[in-house]
């Protein structure tokens, strides 16, 4: 399977370096400059999971889609928790797949423009410099919490539907189900909110989706 996505990457002008295992992961992302990360749950030894752990934990902040089994939920959930940015459950096109990696690369290499320079609360934010700040200390967000970040304050006090986030942040206009955007939300509240429990910016409008109150 992997042999057949690199051959398809490469047939679409990506520069593919494909590993066995966590452990040559890790030395890879030691020796190279890596825009993308395809991993599988399913590997030998350290797991896709421990993986994530380990790219996150190192203030990496490049995408990441993860491969899970089907029907495997707790899969798709651990691993936004851990800072996946998207998941692709097996079987799986590789139409849909490429469009996908196209997404994030393309989001991740655009600039934040609408919203440069921006505090709420003990937050700091600077979108051109990715430099985040909480009571003065640094803050790591992933691309994809960055971009949704930006998309929440962009459109603050507005209420937007998780099919929109959805549609404007990932770029997908269908997708099996809306917790990609929860847990994503889920992991902004925990980084940014002094109580995430009991949210002050980022707030649910249920059954509707989500508003960035200021």
């Not at 002050?200 to 059954?207: A, L, M, Q």
């Amino acid at each position: 399977m992997a042999e057949g996505i690199c051959d398809a990457l490469e047939y679409h002008g990506f520069e593919v370096i494909h590993v066995r295992d966590a452990e040559e992961g890790e030395r890879l992302l030691d020796e190279e400059q890596i825009d993308f990360i395809l991993l599988d749950v399913m590997l030998p030894g350290k797991d896709g999971f421990a993986m994530c752990r380990s790219i996150r934990s190192r203030g990496m902040e490049m995408p990441v889609i993860m491969l899970t089994a089907r029907g495997e939920e707790i899969d798709k959930v651990v691993g936004l928790e851990i800072g996946a940015d998207d998941y692709v459950t097996k079987p799986f096109s590789m139409r849909e797949l490429i469009a996908r990696i196209k997404v994030h690369l393309r989001r991740r290499h655009n600039n934040c423009g609408q919203v440069s320079k921006y505090a709420f609360g003990s937050v700091s934010v600077d979108f051109q410099t990715h430099k985040i700040t909480k009571n003065g200390v640094p803050i790591k967000l992933t691309s994809t919490e960055l971009a949704l970040l930006h998309y929440l304050m962009v459109h603050r006090n507005s209420i937007l539907s998780r099919d929109r986030i959805l549609n404007e942040v990932w770029g997908y206009d269908i997708y099996p189900d809306s917790r990609i955007v929860d847990t994503h939300v889920l992991n902004l509240r925990k980084k940014l909110e002094e109580d995430p429990h009991k949210p002050e910016f980022i707030k649910t409008h249920h059954g509707v989706g989500y508003i960035f109150v200021l």
